[in-house]
């Protein structure tokens, strides 16, 4: 950090270890940071720097702790980070030193300092394309897959799957790897608990439901009747059919009548965002199923049962 810091701030810099201040700080701060006392321009400052890899909401909590322990301010020393966290760090007004890529430190007139980092547009709602490669890299259990094989594996372009990366360090998705000097994908081993940290950001894959008052047999299905094929849950008196945006035209389906208000419904059909071949059957896959399920559907115990027995024996 010391060469990093006096390259780009042109100045001279000391940066010594803090061990004194473990003794006044929770005892997990000597396992969790290294601490250092920090001189730019004949200013003191600290500097705390994570050990293994730390969620935002810690470094936030932990940063103003040592900072009002100490009386002085107190930037993070980072060996990576994320778009998103670094975004979240700039708005909070939080200083942060990213090793040989960026410098933020409000409290010394270095508002942003960019070393050939590579920007990455926003993201607030995950594309369809992006959510599509993670749940495929999860069922596939990718190790290492880079972009160039990302696109191969999902038939796609490798500027589209490029794209994808992005979103996902944006959204800062905890299955970003390095490849030699690529970046890659793995899947870390306790898949449930990936699940559980990614729901908030991914999306329903339904774009809209049909009502027929027939049932007009499609091939690919979807939502409660694919959860029936996973499970031992009944199905409804009417199948749940699921479409592609592309394939609505080859169905003809915006030109059939659906059902009015009372009439009985024949089958549903679901225009999907997307659709994964799992099991080399048309079936949707198991975790876009428990995505495109409805609260009224969710309502129902035995449902929501049928959803944990799928994922238990077809994910996890």
């Not at 060996?79 to 430190?105: C, H, M, N, W």
């Not at 990455?120 to 992006?130: C, G, K």
């Not at 199905?235 to 394939?247: L, R, S, W």
């Amino acid at each position: 950090m010391k060469e990093y810091l006096e390259k780009t701030l042109r100045q001279r810099v000391t940066i010594k270890e803090n061990n004194d201040l473990y003794d006044k700080l929770p005892l997990a701060f000597k396992g969790r940071y290294d601490l250092f006392n920090v001189e730019t321009n004949g200013m003191g400052w600290l500097a705390i720097q994570p050990k293994n890899d730390i969620g935002l909401i810690a470094l936030r909590k932990d940063r103003a702790k040592v900072q009002n322990i100490s009386g002085l301010n107190c930037a993070l020393f980072l060996r990576s980070a994320t778009s998103y966290i670094k975004e979240k760090l700039i708005e909070d007004g939080i200083p942060f030193v990213l090793k040989d890529k960026q410098i933020y430190l409000p409290f010394i007139g270095c508002l942003l300092s960019n070393s050939g980092e590579r920007d990455i547009a926003p993201v607030e709602l995950i594309s369809f394309l992006t959510q599509k490669l993670i749940l495929t890299a999860i069922y596939e259990k990718w190790d290492k897959v880079t972009v160039s094989t990302a696109a191969e594996k999902l038939g796609v372009s490798k500027t589209s799957a490029s794209r994808c990366f992005d979103e996902i360090e944006y959204l800062n998705v905890n299955i970003l790897d390095t490849k030699g000097k690529s970046r890659a994908i793995t899947i870390p081993p306790d898949v449930k608990q990936l699940w559980e940290q990614i729901q908030q950001i991914l999306r329903k894959p339904v774009i809209r439901r049909y009502a027929f008052p027939s049932d007009i047999h499609l091939e690919k299905k979807a939502g409660i009747t694919a959860l029936c094929e996973y499970s031992l849950l009944s199905d409804n008196d009417f199948p749940t059919y699921g479409v592609t945006k592309k394939e609505l035209a080859d169905t003809g389906i915006k030109k059939l009548k659906q059902v009015r208000r009372g009439e009985e419904i024949g089958c549903i059909v679901l225009e999907l965002g997307y659709f994964i071949d799992y099991g080399q059957k048309p079936i949707q896959d198991p975790l876009s199923v428990a995505l495109s399920l409805t609260a009224e559907e969710k309502q129902d115990e035995r449902v929501m049962i049928s959803i944990n027995e799928m994922l238990e024996e077809y994910v996890w």
